[in-house]
């Protein structure tokens, strides 16, 4: 990592010279102040790093385990005419459902042919909202959150955020570089959930308020201008993220 100019570490906001040189060479500058805060984030960090992944973004196909579960949990097989007690709108939302979920399942059968190889088109924005649909899947599962995190990658948490916020629906010269921002943020959330270590938890807690703060600022500073609808949404958001992940640090940390 080196470079002539600076600019603040994704981790802990300090201001550095040291760039990841594969984000250099997708032409797009994001700074870490060290190899550690580097490792850090690089369990999410990894997905995107280097061209064809970092600038513009592209989420990474599904892996055959991915494609495999999913397959097994879409209800594709559902039969209309037993819903004898559903309104007329009802009966029509499962229906639109399922066919979605029918072609998520063709999709799903080609991807395991051609797992990890960007041969299908539009792959990663299918991946993407798999992925989303992953997280609905399996929350169904656990009562807490936090007993959710323990049956997710850090991917598909990721996957769910950023859908939330409709922003990967749209081209535009700042979504890298805020999606790269918001992949820190969320990792961090992330592995707080994670942690039973007090210790490491406040370490995490440590890290995880200034990218939250940074996160915030980027979207006054590159969003708002030109989208100040969508900016007021996502500052919105971000902001009782903030206050939700606070509360939960507090109580957590009174349970350790």
Same mark, same amino acid.
């Given at each position: @990592?080196?470079?002539?100019?600076?600019?603040?570490?994704?981790?802990?906001?300090?201001?550095?010279?040291?760039?990841?040189?594969?984000?250099?060479?997708? #032409?797009?500058?994001?700074?870490?102040?060290?190899?550690?805060?580097?490792?850090?984030?690089?369990?999410? %960090?990894?997905?995107?790093?280097?061209?064809?992944?970092?600038? +513009?973004?592209?989420?990474?196909?599904?892996?055959?385990?991915?494609?495999?579960?999913?397959?097994?949990?879409? +209800?594709?097989?559902? #039969?209309?005419?037993?819903?004898?007690?559903?309104?007329?709108?009802?009966?029509?939302?499962? %229906?639109?459902?399922?066919?979605?979920?029918?072609?998520?399942?063709?999709?799903?059968?080609?991807?395991?042919?051609?797992?990890?190889?960007?041969?299908?088109?539009?792959?990663?924005? $299918?991946?993407?909202?798999?992925?989303?649909?992953?997280?609905?899947?399996?929350?169904?599962?656990?009562?807490?959150?936090?007993?959710? @995190?323990?049956?997710?990658?850090?991917?598909?948490?990721?996957?769910?955020?950023? %859908?939330?916020?409709?922003?990967?629906?749209?081209?535009?010269?700042?979504? +890298?570089?805020?999606?790269?921002?918001?992949?820190?943020?969320?990792?961090?959330?992330?592995? @707080?959930?994670?942690?039973?270590?007090?210790?490491?938890? @406040?370490?995490?807690?440590?890290?995880?308020?200034?990218?939250?703060?940074?996160?915030?600022?980027?979207?006054?500073?590159?969003?708002? +201008?030109?989208?100040?609808?969508?900016?007021?949404?996502?500052?919105?958001? %971000?902001?009782?993220?903030?206050?939700? $992940?606070?509360?939960?640090?507090?109580?957590?940390?009174?349970?350790?």
């Amino acid at each position: @990592m080196a470079s002539q100019v600076t600019g603040e570490c994704l981790v802990c906001g300090t201001e550095t010279k040291n760039r990841c040189s594969r984000y250099l060479n997708a #032409d797009i500058d994001l700074f870490f102040c060290s190899p550690d805060h580097q490792k850090l984030v690089w369990p999410l %960090h990894r997905f995107f790093c280097g061209p064809g992944k970092a600038n +513009p973004w592209e989420w990474p196909p599904l892996s055959r385990e991915e494609a495999d579960y999913l397959l097994e949990q879409l +209800p594709i097989s559902l #039969d209309l005419s037993r819903e004898t007690q559903a309104s007329e709108p009802d009966a029509v939302a499962i %229906h639109h459902r399922s066919q979605r979920d029918m072609k998520y399942a063709q999709l799903l059968h080609s991807m395991q042919n051609d797992i990890q190889k960007a041969t299908i088109p539009g792959q990663g924005r $299918v991946a993407f909202k798999l992925r989303a649909t992953e997280f609905l899947y399996k929350k169904r599962r656990y009562p807490t959150n936090n007993a959710l @995190m323990t049956d997710l990658s850090p991917l598909t948490f990721f996957s769910h955020i950023a %859908h939330l916020l409709h922003v990967c629906e749209r081209q535009r010269p700042w979504l +890298p570089a805020y999606l790269h921002r918001l992949s820190v943020v969320a990792l961090l959330e992330f592995e @707080m959930c994670r942690t039973d270590d007090k210790a490491h938890l @406040m370490s995490l807690a440590q890290y995880w308020q200034a990218p939250s703060d940074a996160l915030i600022a980027f979207v006054r500073q590159h969003i708002v +201008p030109s989208e100040p609808t969508l900016a007021r949404t996502l500052l919105s958001f %971000h902001q009782e993220v903030q206050e939700a $992940v606070s509360l939960n640090i507090v109580g957590k940390l009174a349970t350790l």
